[in-house]
T-cell receptor
Framework: GAVVSQHPSRVICKSGTSVKIECRSLDFQATTMFWYRQFPKKSLMLMATSNEGSKATYEQGVEKDKFLINHASLTLSTLTVTSAHPEDSSFYIC??????????FGPGTRLTVT | AQSVTQPDIHITVSEGASLELRCNYSYGATPYLFWYVQSPGQGLQLLLKYFSGDTLVQGIKGFEAEFKRSQSSFNLRKPSVHWSDAAEYFCAVGPNTDKLIFGTGTRLQVFP
């Protein structure tokens, strides 16, 4: 199966600052990547679909100006949380679906905004 | 509305005992159904999936699940649980493999 990495695994930032999370597909070219958010004791919520070379598609209710997604290459997508606030603290997970058979998930990034 | 319900937030079983994790869904059409397992520090791993055909599907690590259309259920089972099965389990549905809707998860604890 595909291997997906995320960096960093944990990040703490101050309120008002921006933080970037990287998602890399290590052994597949991924024209599409997915970004999820997972709240404690809650399910994963699809935030957006990242499309290589074009704009991301955001799910309803997700602020595109708050969560900037860039998919500049076939192996890298980044999620930037801008002007982060404590309510943005969460577990962010990316995934790819290279064969339309299943999704392969990264290990996640724990964001804490103080 | 499309949704997935996992009624059991937390389940505790003894090692060697059988296991059943419940999943009910609400979906307009015949969905793609998935069970994923999440261990600390690791990404979600696919245990099994159902697209069509035989309603009893076999997965990795000795897991199986049965699709019951009449009950809108896709329960996960394992005849004998191992301590290494302790993890968070998620049921998910979708129109394909992309736009998945996840349940809230069931945390499995295994006692020796």
């Amino acid at each position: 199966g595909a291997v997906v990495s995320q960096h960093p695994s944990r990040v703490i930032c101050k309120s008002g600052t921006s933080v970037k999370i990287e998602c890399r597909s290590l052994d597949f070219q991924a024209t599409t990547m997915f970004w999820y958010r997972q709240f404690p004791k809650k399910s994963l919520m699809l935030m957006a679909t990242s499309n290589e070379g074009s704009k991301a598609t955001y799910e309803q209710g997700v602020e595109k100006d708050k969560f900037l997604i860039n998919h500049a290459s076939l192996t890298l997508s980044t999620l930037t949380v801008t002007s982060a606030h404590p309510e943005d603290s969460s577990f962010y997970i990316c995934s790819i679906s290279p064969d339309s058979y299943e999704q392969y998930f990264g290990p996640g990034t724990r964001l804490t905004v103080t | 509305a499309q949704s997935v319900t996992q009624p059991d937030i937390h389940i505790t079983v003894s090692e060697g005992a059988s296991l059943e994790l419940r999943c009910n869904y609400s979906y307009g059409a015949t969905p793609y159904l998935f069970w994923y397992v999440q261990s600390p520090g690791q990404g979600l791993q696919l245990l099994l999936k159902y697209f069509s055909g035989d309603t009893l599907v076999q997965g990795i690590k000795g897991f199986e699940a049965e699709f019951k259309r009449s009950q809108s259920s896709f329960n996960l089972r394992k005849p004998s649980v191992h301590w290494s099965d302790a993890a968070e389990y998620f049921c998910a549905v979708g129109p394909n493999t992309d736009k998945l809707i996840f349940g809230t998860g069931t945390r499995l604890q295994v006692f020796p």
